[in-house]
Nanobody, 126 residues
Framework: QVQLVESGGGLVQAGGSLRLSCVAS????????MGWFRQAPGKERDLVAA????????YYADSVKGRFTISRDNAKSTVYLQMNSLKPEDTAVYYCAATIYYSSGYLLLRDEYNYWGQGTQVTVSS
């Protein structure tokens, strides 16, 4: 049974930073392609960033490019999302997602991810 547990969300002022963590268990972590999604009230769950199994390839949504950094530590079975220069429009529930993937590269589509965390709330005040 694969489990993903996020942490690190909270309330921060605009311009501030947060680092989200997601610890995976139940399967060899290096077999997972990983992603971070977010969902604001009344909106779809959208991809924020994705990372390949090795960590050598990453993808960012245009809205976060240059401000957010995704990374992973396979030895710790953890993926991170460093969020800098936060804006009120970044307010959302952030979800960690994983899927077993036998190729290099990252995955962009929500339906390609099989495992999801419970989500962590990020609130950015103006």
């Amino acid at each position: 049974q694969v489990q993903l547990v996020e942490s690190g969300g909270g309330l921060v002022q605009a311009g501030g930073s947060l680092r989200l963590s997601c610890v995976a268990s139940g399967r060899t972590f290096s077999s997972f392609a990983m992603g971070w999604f977010r969902q604001a009230p009344g909106k779809e769950r959208d991809l924020v960033a994705a990372i390949s199994r090795s960590g050598s390839s990453t993808y960012y949504a245009d809205s976060v490019k240059g401000r957010f950094t995704i990374s992973r530590d396979n030895a710790k079975s953890t993926v991170y999302l460093q969020m800098n220069s936060l804006k009120p429009e970044d307010t959302a529930v952030y979800y960690c997602a994983a899927t077993i993937y036998y190729s290099s590269g990252y995955l962009l589509l929500r339906d390609e991810y099989n495992y999801w965390g419970q989500g962590t709330q990020v609130t950015v005040s103006s």
